[in-house]
């Protein structure tokens, strides 16, 4: 959702005059509207009912007609998950103003769609993910499992999510770790050698030793060396130790032992 950004950005500085307790005022009721809003915004009845004894009735810092108008701006980018309250609204300022466009409410499966498919949700979800290629699989799989629905946004939103499929893989498909392009396959068999079968921190030791090798640059990222190598374990278990073993001087002593036996193991 983009609305509380929106919100936050709402009677910014730049209008003048500029009245700071003003504005923090009038983003709070904002705030406070679409959080009410949320839990309620699938079903048509509740909506109505909220928008005649709350919203109308709302004590406001603001004017009935100023904040309808506030909630139409904040909600326009969102107004498909919001259809209800936006038709309400428009439909009110309608009245009001005779200048407003009228707002037809798709159907309810549409709605239900924009809500559990937000494009803003959707990245945040994958961006926090420690396997986006999974994750972004498994958004794409449930919503092709709407096989009723044919609607416009539910092209959007699958479009994207294949276009954002389509990057991961070619990210991941990359050797740019390695330092020696020339010597590509010998030095994949040798990080075969050293990662496979590895998880957490000795994974991350056997990674710091190849980039002390000078066999790849930096250390790669989990996502990545899943999908080149037969690495075990989570995300978490070995990033939580990545970069940690830059300075063998600080190792404790038995992940000195560990990384000088990876070591001697290149050696022969």
């Given at each position: 959702?983009?609305?509380?950004?929106?919100?936050?950005?709402?009677?910014?500085?730049?209008?003048?005059?500029?009245?700071?307790?003003?504005?923090?005022?009038?983003?709070?009721?904002?705030?406070?509207?679409?959080?009410?809003?949320?839990?309620?915004?699938d079903n048509k009845e509740k909506?109505?009912?909220?928008?005649?004894?709350?919203?109308?009735?709302?004590?406001?810092?603001?004017?009935?007609?100023?904040?309808?108008?506030?909630?139409?701006?904040?909600?326009?980018?969102?107004?498909?998950?919001?259809?209800?309250?936006?038709?309400?609204?428009?439909?009110?300022?309608?009245?009001?103003?005779?200048?407003?466009?009228?707002?037809?409410?798709?159907?309810?499966?549409?709605?239900?769609?924009?809500?559990?498919?937000?494009?803003?949700?959707?990245?945040?979800?994958?961006?926090?993910?420690?396997?986006?290629?999974?994750?972004?699989?498994?958004?794409?799989?449930?919503?092709?499992?709407?096989?009723?629905?044919?609607?416009?946004?539910?092209?959007?939103?699958?479009?994207?999510?294949?276009?954002?499929?389509?990057?991961?893989?070619?990210?991941?498909s990359k050797t740019d770790f390695?330092?020696?392009?020339?010597?590509?396959?010998?030095?994949?068999?040798?990080?075969?050698?050293?990662?496979?079968?590895?998880?957490?921190?000795?994974?991350?030791?056997?990674?710091?030793?190849?980039?002390?090798?000078?066999?790849?640059?930096?250390?790669?990222?989990?996502?990545?060396?899943?999908?080149?190598?037969?690495?075990?374990?989570?995300?978490?278990?070995?990033?939580?130790?990545?970069?940690?073993?830059?300075?063998?001087?600080?190792m404790k002593p038995k992940d000195?032992?560990?990384?000088?036996?990876?070591?001697?193991?290149?050696?022969?």
């Amino acid at each position: 959702m983009r609305v509380f950004e929106r919100i936050n950005s709402y009677y910014g500085p730049e209008l003048q005059p500029y009245d700071a307790e003003f504005a923090s005022s009038v983003q709070k009721e904002l705030h406070d509207i679409v959080c009410k809003l949320i839990p309620i915004r699938d079903n048509k009845e509740k909506t109505e009912e909220y928008f005649n004894n709350v919203i109308r009735k709302y004590s406001s810092c603001l004017e009935i007609v100023e904040l309808i108008q506030a909630l139409l701006i904040v909600l326009k980018e969102d107004k498909l998950s919001f259809s209800y309250i936006y038709y309400y609204m428009s439909d009110w300022a309608q009245g009001a103003f005779n200048n407003v466009p009228m707002y037809k409410y798709p159907t309810q499966k549409e709605i239900e769609y924009a809500i559990n498919f937000d494009l803003e949700d959707i990245e945040k979800i994958v961006k926090k993910s420690e396997k986006p290629i999974e994750t972004i699989t498994a958004i794409l799989d449930k919503s092709k499992s709407n096989i009723t629905l044919d609607c416009p946004y539910k092209n959007e939103v699958e479009k994207y999510l294949k276009s954002l499929l389509k990057t991961y893989n070619n990210e991941v498909s990359k050797t740019d770790f390695l330092t020696r392009h020339d010597k590509e396959e010998e030095d994949m068999k040798t990080l075969h050698r050293l990662f496979d079968g590895k998880k957490g921190k000795v994974l991350a030791i056997a990674v710091q030793v190849a980039v002390d090798k000078h066999i790849i640059a930096k250390s790669p990222s989990f996502e990545k060396l899943k999908a080149h190598f037969n690495v075990i374990g989570s995300h978490s278990a070995y990033e939580q130790y990545q970069g940690e073993f830059s300075d063998i001087k600080m190792m404790k002593p038995k992940d000195r032992e560990t990384y000088l036996s990876i070591w001697d193991s290149l050696e022969g």
